[in-house]
């Protein structure tokens, strides 16, 4: 039972460990979800309630990466306001449509965003020219159903976010890492509203994942800043590149 304070720390502590990955990663879900489904929810409620306690990962990721976020406005808030629609429609589809179809696509989503992040400096420089002209159409296509996917589901959104980031701006890694975090979150939030208005968010248990995960992205944030871009970069492909084989095999097997 989630009342219970034992499994009400493993839920906080679980939320500490989906901060510290979301933020350096984008793989919190990989988490806290399996968590919440240890704790006895079912898959879908367990869903719905990561969605509510990720807001805690924005949070403590933008707290904790300010210095990174400065001077991003300009093209964070056209992209946040994307993806906010986007993690909308995600969530509707969620809760209205079967999940067969999408579950067996999302390996492929997330192993090929791994492939383009770990390719990303190259893809960086075919794309140099339209790091100074905005936000363009393709990269905001790409954005709204990244958002989709991060309110229908969201387990390596980050991953698929950062790789789309890393392949059109040139900037460092830990800027773009932040941004990320901020764009992702994005898209969880007007999906969470519309999951706190189904019922089937467990309360107790997503505040337990949010507190930790508050501290978690704050440090995440931190540590990003002092580690090395390319072996970053490569361990979260990597990583990605796990979440995709594990979920293809639970998709198809």
Known sequence: ?????????????????????????????????????????PPVVANVT????????????????????????ARLVPLCLITTVGGAAGGLVLLFTPSGAFTA???????GAALVLMAGPRLRRLAEAADHHGLSPATGVAAFFIGVYGGYFGAAAGVLMLALLVSVWSQPLARTNAAKNLVTG?????????????????????????????????LGSTLVRHLPATPLRI??????????VVLGWQAYA
């Open 186 to 218: 994005s898209a969880n939030f007007l999906a969470a509203i519309v999951f706190a208005c189904t019922g089937k968010v467990v309360w107790l248990a997503a505040l337990a994942v949010c507190l930790g995960s508050l501290g978690g992205s704050w």
């Open 1 to 41: 039972m989630i009342s219970d304070p034992a499994t009400f720390l493993l839920l906080v502590l679980a939320g500490v460990g989906a901060g510290l990955t979301g933020a350096t990663a984008g793989l919190a879900s990989l988490v806290s979800y399996p968590a919440l489904l240890a704790a006895g929810l």
């Open 105 to 111: 696509i999302v390996p492929w989503l997330i192993g």
């Open 235 to 244: 361990g979260i492909g990597l990583a990605g590149l796990g979440l995709a």
């Open 50 to 73: 990561n969605t509510v306690a990720m807001l805690g990962t924005t949070a403590g990721a933008a707290a904790g990466a300010r210095p990174e976020l400065a001077g991003q406005r």
